[in-house]
């Protein structure tokens, strides 16, 4: 069976040599020494000024949410995972979809400005399969209105964008070190600022509002990374460099081998240093879609609609039309891709789409 990912398992005796320095600490969590140890070494393999490693990727959102929206008017896409749009939810906001940009796939930025009201607090945009949004553009609507720049930035792990990490744009950013995510600590996440006052808020709201023992800073929830997902993070992160060299090979033999005639490819803004994390392609008919996945499927190879549906679609939100991204999310289709997809099977899958 070929599944769209598959888990990157680094070598368990790798592993073990790192729960053997928890079992000697006999430390567990609460800023461990592999706690301490993965966000040092992550800060410098990514470059980026503030990290604070979470629980899971969903929990940045949701505290850099409750820190800035105050349960405002969020702007944000309908091309993303669920993720994006509950936590906006969850937090009390309400989502104001924007449309999406046809090619680029993320937040189109010359609607923003016509979506803002009095109650706006923030923009919670994606780097929807690693592809920045037009940053700048949309840093400059956010001070302009004096609203917070958020990006969901799951699936950015080592992406830069003009020679500096994606991370340090915008006020926060987030990602997600889930086991399908390019580098994962099983389940994992982070969040990203750029400044130490941010970095505070964020800081205490993951740690229980904690000044201390007996003091509170305000509210706050338990977002904390253990040591075992730590473990799991350094025995990960030498192999960076493998993982992305290997999807790279994957990617490149679908270009080579896709018949591009019947489908698009993503386009990668320009100064993109990319991470190769998704390989999307999208159809020219939903129908064309369904056709070519059922004929994968009953090859045992498993695509995935991703993302479908689009999320102003969701029961929860009040929908606004968005029709660039309901159309793409019915025509899109992420094919397999992951460490160890041998080439042969690569161009199984081209053959059994081509056909
Ligand atoms: C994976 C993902 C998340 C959620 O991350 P978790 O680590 O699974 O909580 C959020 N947003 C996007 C765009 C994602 O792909």
């Not at 040599?17 to 020494?33: C, M, P, S």
């Not at 959102?61 to 105050?70: D, K, P, S, Y």
């Not at 999208?282 to 695509?303: G, M």
Request: hydrophobic share 35%.
């Amino acid at each position: 069976m070929i599944n769209v990912t598959k888990t990157f398992f680094p070598p368990l005796n790798e592993y073990q040599a790192q729960l053997q320095r928890i079992w000697k600490n006999e430390w567990l969590t609460n800023n461990g020494e592999l706690y301490q140890e993965l966000s040092a070494k992550l800060k410098e393999y990514l470059g980026v000024n503030h990290i604070i490693p979470m629980t899971n990727g969903t929990f940045p959102l949701h505290i850099a949410l409750n820190a800035f929206a105050n349960q405002g008017e969020v702007i944000t896409t309908p091309f993303s995972y669920v993720a994006t749009t509950a936590s906006i939810v969850w937090e009390k906001c309400t989502p104001v979809f924007v449309d999406i940009h046809p090619q680029y796939l993320t937040i189109d930025e010359t609607k923003i400005e016509a979506a803002i009201t009095d109650k706006t607090t923030a923009i919670l945009a994606t780097h929807v399969y690693g592809n920045p949004c037009a940053v700048e553009e949309i840093e400059a609507i956010a001070q302009k209105h004096n609203l917070k720049a958020i990006y969901d930035a799951a699936h950015c792990f080592g992406v830069n964008y003009k020679g500096k990490s994606i991370f340090n744009y915008g006020d926060v950013s987030t990602c997600s070190f889930h086991a399908t995510k390019l580098f994962h600590t099983g389940e994992g996440g982070a969040v990203f600022c750029q400044n130490k006052d941010i970095y505070h808020q964020l800081f205490y709201r993951h740690n229980f509002g904690h000044k201390g023992r007996l003091e509170y800073h305000g509210l706050g929830t338990n977002a904390k990374m253990s040591e075992l997902q730590a473990a799991m993070g350094l025995s990960v992160l030498p192999y960076m460099k493998h993982i992305i060299t290997e999807r790279e090979r994957v990617c490149d033999y679908y270009d080579a081998h896709l018949d591009f005639s019947q489908l698009n490819k993503l386009k990668l803004r320009e100064h993109t240093d990319w991470n190769y994390s998704y390989y999307p392609v999208i159809f020219k008919t939903e129908a064309q879609l369904l056709e070519v996945k059922t004929r994968l499927e009953s090859q045992n190879i498993y695509p995935r609609r991703y993302f479908y549906p689009s999320l102003e679609a969701l029961p929860y939100v009040k929908s606004n039309t968005c029709p660039v991204a309901r159309d793409i999310a019915q025509r899109v289709l992420c094919l397999p891709l992951y460490v160890g997809l041998e080439n042969e099977k690569v161009i199984e899958i081209c053959t059994f789409i081509n056909a």
